[in-house]
């Protein structure tokens, strides 16, 4: 940890408010980063989080306010005036060109020339240096498709580095990384750390900000909600902060009486897995949860079970009938239902409204000679918006303006509109707030009590045994164990995930 008698902030935020139409997003937030910190800001979504490091980035102009770097006022009109002072935002979304060497990302836009050309052996000499830094074993020459999402998160560091960045602000660096790639990642930020760095940490995994930070700042609404030193950080007084309220019963769960048996395989065979036949049932009102390392084969079962990927061998049979699943409209037919992992890519079109996103899986079901009923395309969209809690002004917003929890609630939406028999989870709650994963148990919850068939899959163990009547345990595309609600810990789990029986 970097020791300094010097108590000015490397930046600071003095009053910043922004808005947008028909949004408030921040309302007189302040902020102190110093010296070699590992400053974490936590909050719900659509707390202004994002919003407040895109202004610290230059993407966006604050309306109020002032901006200090190293005691000084600056005005920041874009990213590269951010990176002439030395900030450097690393989005949740990578930003690099896998076509192109690791060298040429980390240069990219500012490659030094050598007689009119391009200087290739300085690019790679310094990126080596760069990668050596992090602790990337890999040569600055190496194609960024050819490495993993973990590497990749690492080749954006180097790059941040190569500007001289004196401050990194990292937005949910780990939701797509592996426990193993998280880990590298966290001894890459503690050794900045060391070397003077400062970095501002955004996630909403409330145990890796618990272990990394220094201080954690807290938004709630758009306004400073409080401060928690090191030794003041725990689960509990984070929630508290987040919500503004007591979180006594996170998990909302009710006993159900299950019903007739809604979806069963019968040994059934993915293509990512062609060995393994695997034969499980979900009953209507039941909550099923999947768990597994990494590469488990979880995500490629729902995949099979949509109809997203062809099933080698084995029988699919929904409500007690034979079904043949050649594409998802086949599923959708049947009364079955996905939300996707990556919900940005596949869940919904950014750039449609809530309404439209809504009524995109049951426009057949409003339309006639090729004419949509807007009537009835209303109130659908209406009764979702309702009956989710979508918070937007009305449903006419734009999709890609909403938190991550209000757009997993319109692929939900979208869904819910069809009226399933069996709903596939995949990591439901992935990059969302502790309020909305909250309000996701909830409605899991009550969609069981109205008589559907949950089947989820989800990396977070807690989630898993808090929200599970019975689980599925699989371990290199093979369900290897199932353990009902009586015998669920984090232990019985890992057993049977590590290819216990």
């Known amino acids: 940890?970097?020791?300094?008698?010097?108590?000015?902030?490397?930046?600071?935020?003095?009053?910043?408010?922004?808005?947008?139409?028909g949004v408030r997003a921040l309302n007189t937030v302040s902020l102190r980063l110093m010296l070699g910190e590992v400053l974490s800001v936590v909050g719900e979504n659509g707390a202004g989080k994002s919003t407040l490091m895109k202004i610290l980035a230059g993407v966006h102009s604050p309306d109020t306010g002032s901006?200090?770097?190293?005691?000084?006022?600056v005005v920041l009109r874009s990213v590269r005036d951010a990176m002439s002072h030395g900030i450097a935002l690393i989005h949740q979304e990578l930003n690099l060109a896998d076509n192109l060497e690791i060298g040429a990302n980390i240069f990219l836009g500012r490659e030094p020339l050598r007689r009119g050309l391009i200087d290739n052996a300085t690019i790679n000499t310094a990126s080596a240096e760069l990668l050596r830094r992090i602790g990337l074993?890999?040569?600055?020459?190496a194609l960024v498709r050819s490495l993993t999402t973990g590497?990749?998160?690492?080749?954006?560091?180097?790059?941040?580095?190569?500007?001289?960045?004196?401050?990194?602000?990292?937005?949910?660096?780990?939701?797509?990384l592996s426990a193993g790639e998280s880990e590298r990642l966290f001894h890459v930020i503690r050794d900045l750390r060391s070397q003077g760095v400062s970095i501002l940490y955004i996630s909403h995994r409330l145990a890796e900000v618990q272990d990394l930070s220094d201080r954690v700042a807290v938004l709630r609404d758009g306004e400073n909600a409080g401060e928690l030193l090191r030794d003041q950080i725990s689960h509990d007084s984070l929630v508290r902060l987040m919500v503004g309220r007591e979180i006594s019963r996170f998990f909302t769960r009710t006993s159900h009486q299950p019903g007739p048996v809604m979806l069963e395989a019968r040994d059934l065979t993915t293509t990512a897995w062609p060995r393994h036949r695997n034969s499980f049932s979900i009953r209507s009102g039941e909550i099923v949860g999947v768990a597994g390392l990494v590469g488990a084969g979880r995500t490629e079962m729902l995949r099979t079970l949509f109809g997203v990927d062809q099933p080698l061998a084995g029988e699919i049979r929904v409500a007690g009938r034979t079904t043949l699943l050649q594409c998802p409209a086949d599923a959708i037919a049947a009364g079955i239902a996905l939300v996707p992992e990556d919900r940005k890519q596949q869940g919904v079109v950014l750039d449609l409204s809530i309404r439209r996103n809504i009524s995109?899986?049951?426009?057949?079901?409003?339309?006639?000679?090729?004419?949509?009923?807007?009537?009835?395309?209303?109130?659908?969209?209406?009764?979702?918006?309702?009956?989710?809690?979508?918070?937007?002004?009305?449903?006419?917003?734009?999709?890609?303006?909403?938190?991550?929890?209000?757009?997993?609630?319109?692929v939900l939406g979208k869904w819910l509109a069809l009226r399933p028999r069996v709903l596939l989870l995949d990591e439901p709650t992935r990059g969302i707030d502790v309020g909305a994963k909250q309000e996701i148990y909830q409605l899991m919850d009550e969609l069981a009590g109205q008589g559907l068939a949950v089947l989820f899959v989800s990396s977070e163990l807690e989630e898993v045994i808090g929200?599970?009547?019975?689980?599925?345990?699989?371990?290199?595309g093979r369900i290897t164990g199932e353990l009902p609600r009586s015998e669920l810990t984090e232990q019985s789990i890992?057993?049977?995930a590590t290819c216990g029986h």
Do not use: C, Y
């Not at 940890?1 to 600071?12: G, S, Y």
């Not at 074993?137 to 020459?141: E, K, L, M, R």
């Open 137 to 141: 074993n890999i040569p600055p020459t």
């Open 360 to 410: 995109l899986a049951s426009v057949h079901q409003h339309s006639q000679w090729g004419w949509l009923n807007r009537t009835v395309e209303r109130a659908q969209s209406a009764e979702m918006f309702q009956r989710l809690r979508i918070r937007a002004p009305d449903d006419s917003a734009r999709t890609g303006n909403l938190s991550g929890g209000n757009q997993q609630k319109v």
């Open 1 to 21: 940890m970097i020791t300094t008698a010097d108590t000015t902030p490397r930046l600071e935020v003095r009053g910043i408010s922004k808005s947008f139409p």
């Open 151 to 176: 590497q990749q998160q690492m080749v954006e560091i180097a790059k941040a580095l190569s500007i001289n960045a004196r401050v990194l602000i990292m937005d949910e660096p780990t939701s797509s």
């Open 494 to 496: 890992m057993h049977l």
């Open 67 to 73: 901006l200090f770097v190293n005691g000084r006022p």
């Open 467 to 476: 929200m599970s009547d019975r689980v599925l345990v699989m371990h290199e």
